[in-house]
């Protein structure tokens, strides 16, 4: 498996639990410099030990660079990032980390912006409401929890200046406190941009139920967390071309394209690896992939240029990748 390398070295400033199996992270430059600036919904990949390598949205406000603030959820089905981050990372540690990415930004002409949170989902929802909020631009925030217990970062959602702007909805809470979506999406104003990030089903919910709404397709934005359980098999053999040079790679069906390229000593940058992220997006100049990731919208796929070779495969026999 191949990792993008650490780009920066951070210092754990402060470790915190801020609800029941939730922390925050604050990180800071070792010498106490500025860090890279970052625009409302990027990320963060943390080196975390042992080629452990995951992503973090920056929920810090992007006029701060003073620091970057991640919450981190344990996760019971972990795949490492959480386990380490909970049970072994110690305030003080130097970690590395890449230079933030935005896979997720707001849509700079959008007249009003509507912000949907499901779970650690608030995460980069609270940059995005931050800078709204300096821009004079309208937008309102829900945030959906399980309890109160488990809503994260509900002392600054309570002090913010955009506070106002927040509604709190809990599933143990009376059904009249939780989020009447259709409601909602009717009387957002013309125009809104939708924004939403948590477990996949609740993505799933809230963007169905936009386009029932008839919300248009580039009006909605989404940022999931973890791929879709694997609904299929491994699929058969085929070959890969990259375009640069001619040369022919096949894929095994055990393997990723990933997988094969890195055997053949051709690295391509990953990260979540489940095709969550979009790092490892490349452009395909010939063939027909099969899209097995949570990153492009249904219009990208159609047009079958573009895929996420750390886990989508191909219904030709080969595919020609710019590479």
Same mark, same amino acid.
């Given at each position: 498996?191949?990792?993008?390398?650490?780009?920066?070295?951070?210092?754990?400033?402060?470790?915190?639990?801020?609800?029941?199996?939730?922390?925050?992270?604050?990180?800071?430059?070792?010498?106490?410099?500025? $860090? #890279?600036?970052?625009? +409302?919904? *990027?990320?963060?990949?943390? /080196? !975390?030990?042992?080629?452990?390598? %995951?992503?973090?949205?920056?929920?810090?406000?992007?006029?701060?660079?003073?620091?970057?603030?991640?919450?981190?959820?344990?996760?019971?089905?972990?795949?490492?990032?959480?386990?380490?981050?909970?049970?072994?990372?110690?305030?003080?540690?130097?970690?590395?980390?890449?230079?933030?990415?935005?896979?997720?930004?707001?849509?700079?002409?959008?007249?009003?912006?509507?912000?949907?949170?499901?779970?650690?989902?608030?995460?980069?929802?609270?940059?995005?409401?931050?800078?709204?909020?300096?821009?004079?631009?309208?937008?309102?925030?829900?945030?959906?929890?399980?309890?109160?217990?488990?809503?994260?970062?509900?002392?600054?959602?309570?002090?913010?200046?955009?506070?106002?702007?927040?509604?709190?909805?809990?599933?143990?809470?009376?059904?009249?406190?939780?989020?009447? $979506? #259709?409601?909602?999406? +009717?009387? *957002?104003?013309?125009?809104? /941009? !939708?924004?939403?990030?948590?477990? %996949?089903?609740?993505?799933?919910?809230?963007?169905?139920?936009?386009?029932?709404?008839?919300?248009?397709?580039?009006?909605?934005?989404?940022?999931?967390?973890?791929?879709?359980?694997?609904?299929?098999?491994?699929?058969?053999?085929?070959?890969?071309?990259?375009?640069?040079?001619?040369?022919?790679?096949?894929?095994?069906?055990?393997?990723?394209?990933?997988?094969?390229?890195?055997?053949?000593?051709?690295?391509?940058?990953?990260?979540?690896?489940?095709?969550?992220?979009?790092?490892?997006?490349?452009?395909?100049?010939?063939?027909?992939?099969?899209?097995?990731?949570?990153?492009?919208?249904?219009?990208?796929?159609?047009?079958?240029?573009?895929?996420?070779?750390?886990?989508?495969?191909?219904?030709?026999?080969?595919?020609?990748?710019?590479?």
């Amino acid at each position: 498996m191949s990792h993008p390398q650490a780009e920066i070295q951070l210092r754990v400033a402060a470790k915190r639990l801020i609800a029941q199996d939730i922390c925050a992270l604050e990180l800071r430059h070792p010498d106490g410099v500025a $860090l #890279p600036p970052f625009s +409302a919904g *990027a990320h963060i990949d943390l /080196h !975390l030990g042992d080629n452990l390598v %995951r992503q973090y949205s920056l929920a810090g406000d992007p006029a701060d660079t003073s620091r970057y603030l991640l919450g981190v959820l344990r996760e019971p089905a972990s795949r490492g990032g959480s386990l380490a981050v909970h049970d072994r990372l110690r305030e003080g540690e130097l970690l590395g980390a890449s230079l933030p990415r935005n896979h997720f930004p707001l849509d700079p002409r959008a007249p009003h912006s509507l912000l949907l949170a499901g779970g650690i989902g608030i995460t980069p929802l609270l940059s995005m409401a931050e800078q709204l909020q300096r821009e004079g631009r309208g937008f309102e925030l829900h945030y959906c929890t399980r309890s109160a217990s488990r809503t994260a970062f509900t002392e600054r959602l309570r002090d913010a200046a955009w506070a106002p702007r927040v509604r709190l909805h809990h599933d143990d809470a009376p059904p009249s406190q939780r989020l009447g $979506l #259709p409601g909602v999406l +009717a009387h *957002a104003p013309l125009g809104t /941009h !939708l924004y939403v990030c948590g477990p %996949r089903g609740f993505i799933d919910w809230v963007l169905q139920a936009a386009r029932e709404a008839a919300w248009d397709e580039s009006r909605l934005h989404r940022e999931y967390f973890a791929a879709a359980e694997a609904a299929s098999p491994a699929g058969g053999a085929f070959e890969v071309e990259l375009a640069s040079s001619g040369r022919v790679v096949r894929v095994e069906p055990a393997q990723t394209i990933v997988q094969a390229l890195a055997a053949a000593g051709v690295d391509l940058p990953t990260s979540c690896e489940q095709g969550v992220c979009g790092t490892c997006l490349t452009r395909v100049l010939g063939g027909t992939p099969e899209h097995r990731d949570s990153y492009l919208t249904e219009e990208e796929r159609a047009r079958n240029d573009q895929m996420l070779p750390c886990c989508s495969r191909a219904l030709s026999a080969r595919l020609v990748l710019e590479l």
